[in-house]
């Protein structure tokens, strides 16, 4: 009864996992579990006799294969959260491709005339796959409003959407995630997050007005966050924008030496 009611939890797991409120963790220590029940590590009843008729053995056999073969599929999930490294260059291949376009075009370009002129694309750090990381999510349920910070005396209303927290070689770090008032009630961005956040490397390898990541609306109580993604406000480029300044509980105490560095 035990063992069937492992199977049943493992069931669960995956159900739950898939619809993002479980970890991929506890399913790969229901199924540890699972195959020690099945290899007599716990004997729940010593009176029974050792050996087993061949079927059983087989059938046993069949199972912790199973179950070690789902540990395998599962370990990936376990230690890199939702994306391997080759998709986290892919990811940011395709990102510096679209912003360098972005920023070619004198249309889009936030670039002075003398800049645009000499432009050939943005200066990045090199692709760090530990700065991009599975945060777990909290999301806020009475959600606090008010007026960001611009370089301007404009204040945008934005919302406390949620908070996210992470390790980064083994230190917890968190930051609030923010939503435009404004832009939540236009249908292209009713699901657009935004990031501003600085860090000890502001003013020295990247731009001192702090950076920006951009994010959606997760479906669980994780979101990834790629800080090779993260980017320059336009003010870093020059002086006739608005930019958002990065509120002071948003400062990481480490240097993020990913994403796009300071303007030449």
């Not at 540890?32 to 087989?58: E, N, Q």
Request: hydrophobic share 40%; charged share 25%.
């Amino acid at each position: 009864m035990l063992v069937g009611r492992l199977v049943l939890q493992i069931n669960l797991e995956m159900l739950a996992y898939a619809t993002g409120k479980t970890s991929a963790f506890n399913i790969a220590v229901n199924m540890v579990v699972f195959i020690w029940f099945k290899c007599g590590v716990f004997d729940l009843d010593s009176s029974k006799s050792k050996t087993s008729p061949p079927f059983i053995r087989l059938q046993m056999i069949l199972t912790i294969k199973t179950a070690i073969a789902w540990i395998i599929l599962l370990f990936p999930a376990v230690c890199f959260g939702q994306l391997n490294a080759n998709e986290i260059l892919e990811s940011n291949e395709k990102f510096r491709a679209e912003i360098n376009h972005d920023y070619a075009d004198s249309t889009k370009s936030p670039l002075t005339k003398e800049d645009f002129t000499k432009f050939t694309e943005l200066p990045f750090f090199p692709v760090d796959t530990n700065f991009c990381v599975e945060a777990k999510f909290k999301h806020s349920k009475r959600k606090k409003s008010f007026k960001m910070k611009t370089t301007t005396d404009r204040r945008p209303i934005y919302d406390v959407y949620g908070t996210a927290t992470f390790l980064i070689d083994g230190k917890e770090y968190s930051l609030n995630i923010y939503q435009s008032q404004q832009l939540r009630d236009t249908e292209e961005f009713k699901d657009y997050l935004f990031v501003p956040f600085n860090d000890l490397s502001n003013g020295d390898e990247s731009y001192g007005g702090g950076r920006f990541i951009d994010l959606s609306v997760p479906e669980g109580n994780t979101i990834i966050i790629d800080f090779n993604q993260s980017y320059n406000p336009y003010c870093a480029y020059s002086a006739r924008y608005s930019c958002p300044i990065p509120p002071k509980e948003n400062f990481l105490n480490m240097k993020v030496l990913a994403g796009v560095k300071k303007p030449h």
